[in-house]
């Protein structure tokens, strides 16, 4: 039989074998012969091993095979298990078949194109509906739930991405950086796009403006303002910018409401005392980053949690009592992640929460992919942000429009 009349008569679930493992099976086989029996249905059709039968075809040596009566989705089914657990899977291929397995068992999979409510966490999206037969078909394979979860991740954030999936699949590079590499070609491609326009308007008193904070803000009248809730950049290069915060937070904010501004440990100090200029010191809250670090090599650290200033503009006059310390759960609100310094949504939607009243009005000048745009959405607060780069100001847009269209969907 050929090659193309063995293929048609198989339920060819995954990709070919690459050239290695082909060549390393032709010369195991053509050693021991075919050691484990091919699977066929009683009409014929291989259910699994058709390199084997190829293989042995093409050497013209036997090939056991084994006969079982299964109907074409139990075929499908059993080649996709059988594939899963035999062969050395790639996550990204891993993540694919499991995908099939679970949707010939009418489980549905996956992140895309849903929207998930602020503060739940990423398990619920990604194992959208019968998490627990999801998790029970991830045992079955033989992994934990969250190695299943997070395959299913990384092969969403590489889809597009064929040659960089197969290069994580060979080994050659390791998910980090893939996903690195992915997140960069799509920034620089927001950024060569057409620039936004200076004052986008989202509807439901979301605002977003492009261009210097000190510029684009500055007709905000004074005392007006019910939190600035923001994550300046971090870099030396930022430092003078912590005073220009301070200036305009003492300016705009209505007396004794708070300014909450993300900040570095590196130059923590410089920061807290620029902030001080023209704001009063309230306390200092903390976000920890289960799971991921930065790692300070001269100094021998790993940081694992992110300093968040607290100051009001005159005396502070509390409202609410206000935890200060919160853990930073995944990426929260699904879209696009693309932006370097991308933080959690769910600390933003509790800072949020905690500082104003539903209707109030926050603003963020340093929104980045804006993240405070999307806790303000999500508990209809009214919001004003600004960004100094066209591409990130485009990124928060398409952020805002999706989960404002994911929510109009879902109401
Ligand atoms: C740390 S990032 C904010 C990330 C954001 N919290 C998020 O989750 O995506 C700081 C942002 O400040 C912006 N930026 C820097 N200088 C600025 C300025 N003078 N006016 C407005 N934005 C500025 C940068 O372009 C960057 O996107």
């Known amino acids: 039989m050929t090659r193309r009349a063995s293929a048609r008569l198989s339920f060819q679930v995954m990709a070919a074998l690459d050239d290695d493992a082909r060549a390393a099976l032709r010369?195991?086989?053509?050693?021991?012969?075919?050691?484990?029996?091919?699977?066929?249905?009683?009409?014929?059709?291989?259910?699994?091993?058709?390199?084997?039968?190829?293989?042995?075809?093409?050497?013209?040596?036997?090939?056991?095979?084994?006969?079982?009566?299964?109907?074409?989705?139990?075929?499908?089914?059993?080649?996709?298990?059988?594939?899963?657990?035999?062969?050395?899977?790639?996550?990204?291929?891993?993540?694919?078949?499991?995908?099939?397995?679970?949707?010939?068992?009418?489980?549905?999979?996956?992140?895309?194109?849903?929207?998930?409510?602020?503060?739940?966490?990423?398990?619920?999206?990604?194992?959208?509906?019968?998490?627990?037969?999801?998790?029970?078909?991830?045992?079955?394979?033989?992994?934990?739930?969250?190695?299943?979860?997070?395959?299913?991740?990384?092969?969403?954030?590489?889809?597009?991405?064929?040659?960089?999936?197969?290069?994580?699949?060979?080994?050659?590079?390791?998910?980090?950086?893939?996903?690195?590499?992915?997140?960069?070609?799509?920034?620089?491609?927001?950024?060569?796009?057409?620039?936004?326009?200076?004052?986008?308007?989202?509807?439901?008193?979301?605002?977003?403006?492009?261009?210097?904070?000190?510029?684009?803000?500055?007709?905000?009248?004074?005392?007006s303002v019910d939190a600035i809730v923001c994550d300046p950049p971090y870099d030396d290069a930022g430092i003078p910018l912590y005073s220009d915060l301070s200036a305009f937070a003492a300016r705009v904010l209505k007396?004794?409401?708070?300014?909450?501004?993300?900040?570095?440990?590196?130059?923590?100090?410089?920061?807290?005392?620029?902030?001080?200029?023209?704001?009063?010191?309230?306390?200092?809250?903390?976000?920890f980053l289960p799971g991921r670090h930065s790692e300070h090599h001269g100094r021998m650290i790993r940081g694992r949690w992110r300093p968040v200033a607290i100051f009001s503009a005159g005396k502070y006059a509390p409202r609410h009592w206000l935890i200060d310390a919160m853990t930073s759960e995944g990426a929260g609100i699904k879209g696009p992640t693309d932006h370097r310094w991308q933080q959690s949504v769910g600390p933003f939607v509790r800072w949020v929460e905690q500082v104003t009243e539903p209707g109030e009005l926050v603003v963020d000048p340093f929104c980045g992919s804006g993240t405070t745009g999307l806790a303000c959405q999500a508990t209809r607060r009214r919001f004003l942000g600004a960004d100094i780069d066209p591409g990130s100001v485009s990124l928060t847009i398409e952020r805002l429009r999706a989960a404002d269209a994911a929510q109009g969907a879902a109401s």
């Open 255 to 287: 007396p004794g409401r708070l300014c909450i501004a993300y900040c570095g440990k590196v130059d923590l100090p410089e920061q807290l005392e620029r902030l001080g200029e023209h704001l009063q010191y309230v306390w200092t809250g903390a976000v």
């Open 27 to 223: 010369a195991d086989i053509e050693a021991h012969g075919v050691q484990v029996p091919i699977l066929r249905t009683t009409d014929g059709r291989i259910i699994d091993g058709h390199h084997r039968a190829q293989i042995a075809e093409a050497l013209g040596i036997d090939c056991p095979s084994t006969t079982v009566d299964l109907d074409d989705t139990q075929a499908i089914e059993m080649a996709l298990r059988l594939n899963i657990l035999r062969r050395h899977l790639g996550p990204v291929a891993w993540a694919s078949a499991f995908r099939r397995l679970a949707e010939v068992r009418g489980l549905r999979v996956g992140t895309q194109g849903r929207q998930r409510s602020a503060g739940k966490t990423d398990n619920v999206a990604v194992f959208p509906e019968r998490p627990a037969d999801l998790s029970a078909l991830a045992g079955e394979l033989g992994v934990t739930p969250r190695t299943a979860r997070r395959r299913l991740r990384l092969a969403e954030k590489l889809a597009g991405h064929p040659d960089l999936a197969a290069k994580v699949d060979r080994g050659e590079i390791d998910a980090r950086r893939a996903e690195e590499l992915v997140r960069r070609e799509n920034f620089d491609r927001r950024r060569a796009a057409a620039p936004p326009a200076p004052v986008v308007a989202l509807g439901s008193g979301i605002e977003v403006r492009c261009g210097d904070f000190r510029e684009v803000l500055s007709d905000i009248p004074g005392a």
